[in-house]
Every structure is written in C-alpha cells, then in structure tokens.
Nanobody, 115 residues
Framework: VQLHQSGGGLVRAGDSLRLSCAASGTGPKPDVARWYRQAPGKQRELVAGITINGGNTNYTDSVRGRFTISRDSNTVYLQMNSLKPEDTAVYYC???????????WGQGTQVTVSP
C-alpha cells in the first residue's frame, strides 16, 4: 500500500484547508487511518483517527470541533477549519492494517498558518 498526500500550504489564521491521503497498491485494505503532525522542535502528535469500516472518529483536544477526518473508498481527508498559528506543522497520514500488523505512511505535507 502506498499513500500519497496532497493539500496543505500557507494560509492565514481563521482560514481552512483540506488534506487528502490517497491509497494505492495491492494488499488488504487498511483498518484504521490517522493524521499526525510534527511541529519544529516537537514530537509527532496524533491529530485525528478514523476506522475505515465503521467510520468511528477521534480527535486530539486541540483540534476537536475545528478539524474533521473522513474517508471514501480509497482516500482519507482532513478538513481543517478555523486554523491557528499553532496548527503549523508537517502533517502525515498513516494507515494501518491490523491483519498484517503493518503501518503505511504518506510523504508529509507542510501546513503553515500565519497570524
């Protein structure tokens, strides 16, 4: 499974962005997809997750109510609204296959929010 990310960029505080993470390749369909982010000098943190079959979602407290994770047949999205400068980071998507115990990562995309 390969993951290809798109979206991201430079926006102002209060703006919105949508990140996409498209899966391709062969193998069992992942069971879980997550978005992580890593700001300069900080550890990578989990932002949001979704189960592929049931669509159950979870969010870190700092983005709950502003970000929405969703999925369709082969793509996972992260809709980011009311962006804040502290959301500035490189965002990574990750998909996990429970049966294979394997995790797949996207290439990362920069999100920069100016004051």
């Amino acid at each position: 499974v390969q993951l290809h990310q798109s979206g991201g960029g430079l926006v102002r505080a209060g703006d919105s962005l949508r990140l996409s993470c498209a899966a391709s390749g062969t193998g069992p369909k992942p069971d879980v997809a997550r978005w992580y982010r890593q700001a300069p000098g900080k550890q990578r943190e989990l932002v949001a997750g979704i189960t592929i079959n049931g669509g159950n979602t979870n969010y870190t407290d700092s983005v709950r109510g502003r970000f929405t994770i969703s999925r369709d047949s082969n793509t996972v999205y992260l809709q980011m609204n009311s962006l804040k400068p502290e959301d500035t980071a490189v965002y990574y998507c990750m998909a996990k296959s429970l049966i294979l115990q394997a995790s797949y990562w996207g290439q990362g995309t920069q999100v920069t929010v100016s004051p």
